[in-house]
T-cell receptor, first 113, second 113 residues
Framework: GNSVTQMEGPVTLSEEAFLTINCTYT??????LFWYVQYPGEGLQLLLK?????DKGSNKGFEATYRKETTSFHLEKGSVQVSDSAVYFC????????????FGSGTKLNVKP | EAQVTQNPRYLITVTGKKLTVTCSQN?????MSWYRQDPGLGLRQIYY???????DKGDVPEGYKVSRKEKRNFPLILESPSPNQTSLYFC????????????FGEGSRLTVL
């Protein structure tokens, strides 16, 4: 079946630190992969996506590379800001049914000044 | 402004009292879906709809009903709520199959006593 596993949180960093949030997936075939972000009190927003192996998604300084060989899609940012504090969700959409999405459990990021 | 609107945002009810959570989008999206968010479990898909009068089950449909009589609206119905349906619910919509950019509402926090 399809599933997404992400690292447990919370992750607490100081401003300007390097961020990595690990995400691995299990899927049939080659799904599309996404990172969504949820700021406090809000719904989720798409942060970035990748639709095929070796694609790199990027947005707002965040990056993630679709690694087929390791079934991973780790989120990285070189220098986090306090405003990046949020919950981050890794997700996939199944290749046979793009309208079925599978989300990880979410990783809360706290960035301290 | 493009948005997905859910109501109510907060609701406390009792076991067995039917309730409806409404969802409306103003982006003319074909695809709409409902998720529940529970601690440690991330988001799980309840139902989705590809277009008017076309709905299908997600991963956790038990205890829920939906309807799609108009393109803009996708209400979630709990005929006989139970305490295990206490959760944070999100409605989402999308332009097209496979794009991955879901637009989320702000969420509806439901407590069933």
């Amino acid at each position: 079946g399809n599933s997404v596993t992400q690292m447990e949180g919370p992750v607490t960093l100081s401003e300007e630190a390097f961020l990595t949030i690990n995400c691995t997936y299990t899927a049939t075939g080659y799904p599309s992969l996404f990172w969504y972000v949820q700021y406090p009190g809000e719904g989720l927003q798409l942060l970035l996506k990748a639709t095929k192996a070796d694609d790199k998604g990027s947005n707002k300084g965040f990056e993630a590379t679709y690694r087929k060989e390791t079934t991973s899609f780790h989120l990285e940012k070189g220098s986090v800001q306090v405003s990046d504090s949020a919950v981050y969700f890794c997700a996939l959409s199944a290749i046979y049914n793009f309208n079925k999405f599978y989300f990880g459990s979410g990783t809360k990021l706290n960035v301290k000044p | 402004e493009a948005q997905v609107t859910q109501n109510p945002r907060y609701l406390i009810t009792v076991t067995g009292k039917k309730l409806t959570v409404t969802c409306s989008q103003n982006m003319n999206h074909e695809y709409m879906s409902w998720y529940r968010q529970d601690p440690g479990l991330g988001l799980r898909q309840i139902y989705y709809s590809m277009n008017v009068e076309v709905t299908d089950k997600g991963d956790v449909p038990e205890g829920y009903k939906v309807s799609r009589k108009e393109k803009r609206n996708f209400p979630l119905i709990l005929e006989s709520p139970s305490p295990n349906q206490t959760s944070l619910y999100f409605c989402a919509s999308s332009y097209a199959k496979g794009t991955g950019e879901l637009f989320f509402g702000e969420g509806s926090r439901l407590t069933v006593l």
